[in-house]
């Protein structure tokens, strides 16, 4: 099939998956990837295969960058201990055990140490897409876990991969040092990067340049630090985390609601297209598999799977209680979570697109010239575990955020409900001054005087009466002013129609009417 073929099917497979999953209640990777697997099906599409280099160079560092723009600075330094421990200790534990096991089921232990650093991290984009019903604190500290933990396993990755191939020899001090280097040069380079591009974005005033400028900025740094041997994940991240703190200081509001429009809408797309991919790639490694029979195959794959999920639940229910015991403090203290809540961590730890995109790099041959070993079933066993994770585990997910009964976590929500009132009363204070220095006349400043006023009362008392009856008056003026662009909308179409109004003009007036459509939604939400 042509690639253009390819991206309408894909297109297509989205658009129903998506609708399926909402009209059933299921989240999208589980439609998305087993709609994938049924796609490996259609003779067209057997030979398709998941470009590696398209998810590590491409979709990768967009994806990882507008995670981390979206995360929340404050809450991964509250929980820093814990993220880095997750995104390095743990993931070379989960590798080591990953490599022991497949190696006690037959396999020699290069290819089993790529094996176990291919699905040694949790992904970024299903942990992204699935985190979102959790409390904030839990989706944070799952997210920043996936958004770092690629670079200690990328690491990992390349020098057994080496070390299989015959280019590097093994030893703990090489080891060390190459994840020292990888994860400074890394921020070094996502700071370089940044510092520039947002030097240059302070200046820009045209929002088209700030939506190339979101898209390039990932990309390149994530390209300069692979050219530098260093962590490109660590680039992006710290890239994406420092754009996200200074935007709203630096950059103006248009720019920012088209970046927030065009990302949110890209990140969208590519991630249900990697879920779609990773399933097509799926159902062509279990056909791809040849070195061994498919039953040894599954049972390499089962015990893999095993392990992977038992290291993470005995991380998890260990490692707090060696915390607690060496460290006492009270602020400490206050940031312990109980068993459910770690239950429900340790259910969330997906695989997907970056370790299929790792398996899939494997080198079709060692330095002698002959194959690598068990590269088929490494990409058997990376599909298979991936699978399981996402369309064994990531339906259990809701279930068991139920059953651990987390209380709703309200912080953020009471936290802007107090700026937006501090804001209010601010910007009040400031009004006979700013109407002053403007020249405005005063029934306009009475008038917005008065709006003002009522959007106060109603933020700060929704139980007392004039709370009550500030937000009831905001509720009725907003209904009634929808209602009346519904009726300039229904106006300008039948002016169209009778030719009284060119095309032009009418997209131009719609967008206004768009517009105030939208802020009158968003205050009858308030």
């Known amino acids: 099939m042509s690639s253009l073929g390819l991206v309408v099917a894909v297109g297509v497979t989205i658009l129903v998956c998506t609708g399926v999953s909402r009209r059933l209640g299921i989240v999208p990777p589980v439609t998305l990837l087993i709609a994938g697997i049924l796609l490996g099906f259609v003779p067209a599409l057997r030979s398709t295969h998941l470009p590696p280099e398209a998810v590590l160079l491409l979709f990768l560092p967009v994806l990882l960058y507008w995670e981390g723009f979206t995360s929340s600075v404050r809450q991964i330094r509250r929980d820093l201990r814990v993220i880095v421990l997750m995104s390095t200790v743990l993931v070379v534990l989960t590798a080591a055990g990953a490599a022991a096991t497949a190696h006690a089921l037959g396999m020699p232990w290069g290819p089993a140490w790529v094996l176990g650093a291919a699905l040694a991290p949790t992904d970024a984009t299903a942990v992204g897409v699935l985190g979102r019903i959790l409390p904030r604190r839990v989706g944070t500290l799952l997210r920043a876990e996936s958004l770092v933990n690629d670079g200690t396993a990328l690491v990992l990755y390349a020098v057994a991969v080496g070390v299989t191939v015959g280019s590097e020899h093994f030893s703990l001090g090489h080891l060390g040092t190459r994840l020292l280097l990888s994860y400074g040069g890394g921020i070094l380079i996502g700071l370089a990067i940044t510092y520039v591009a947002v030097q240059v974005r302070k200046r820009l005033t045209d929002a088209f340049q700030h ?10 740094a994530y390209l300069l630090a692979e050219f530098a041997d260093v962590s490109g994940v660590l680039a992006v ?28 809408f890209v990140t969208a797309v590519a991630n249900a297209a990697l879920f779609v991919l990773v399933g097509l ?9 040849s070195s061994v029979g498919v039953t040894r195959g599954l049972l390499i794959a089962a015990g893999v799977c095993a392990v992977i999920i038992g290291v993470r639940v005995g991380w998890l229910f260990t490692l707090p209680h060696i915390i ?18 770690r239950a429900v961590m340790a259910t969330a730890g997906f695989r997907g697109a970056v370790s299929m995109a790792a398996a899939l790099a494997v080198p079709d041959t060692v330095a002698s010239g002959e194959p690598f070993p068990d590269r088929d079933l490494i990409i058997f066993v990376t599909a298979l575990v991936i699978a399981v994770t996402l369309l064994v585990q990531a339906p259990l997910l809701p279930r068991v955020v139920r ?3 987390m209380d709703e976590d309200l912080t953020a929500e009471q936290e802007g409900h107090r700026a937006e009132v501090v804001a209010t009363e601010r910007a009040l204070a400031a009004l006979p001054d700013t109407a002053e220095r403007l020249g405005t006349p005063g029934d306009v400043v009475g008038q917005v005087r008065a709006e003002y006023d009522r959007r106060l009362r109603a933020l700060r008392d929704g139980d007392g009466d004039q709370g009550t009856e500030a937000s009831g008056w905001q509720q009725q003026y907003a209904d009634l002013h929808l209602a009346l662009l519904s009726h300039k909308h229904a106006t300008l179409v039948e002016l169209h ?7 032009i003009e009418l997209q131009q007036l719609q967008d206004h009417l768009d517009q105030e459509q939208l802020h009158a939604v968003r205050r009858r939400r308030t």
Do not use: C, H, K
């Not at 950059?251 to 970046?259: C, I, K, L, S």
């Not at 790639?281 to 598999?289: D, F, K, P």
């Open 403 to 405: 059953w651990a009964r």
């Open 324 to 341: 607690r015991a060496l460290d006492r403090r009270p602020a400490q203290r206050a940031r312990r979570l109980s068993a459910r809540p």
């Open 497 to 503: 129609e009778s030719n009284e109004i060119d095309d």
């Open 281 to 289: 790639e799926a159902q062509s490694a279990v056909r791809g598999l």
């Open 211 to 220: 939506n190339l400028f979101a898209l390039v900025t990932p990309l390149a």
């Open 237 to 264: 991240v710290v890239s994406g985390l420092w754009v996200g703190r200074v935007s709203p200081q630096l950059f103006p509001a248009y720019a920012r609601q088209q970046v927030r429009t065009v990302m949110d």
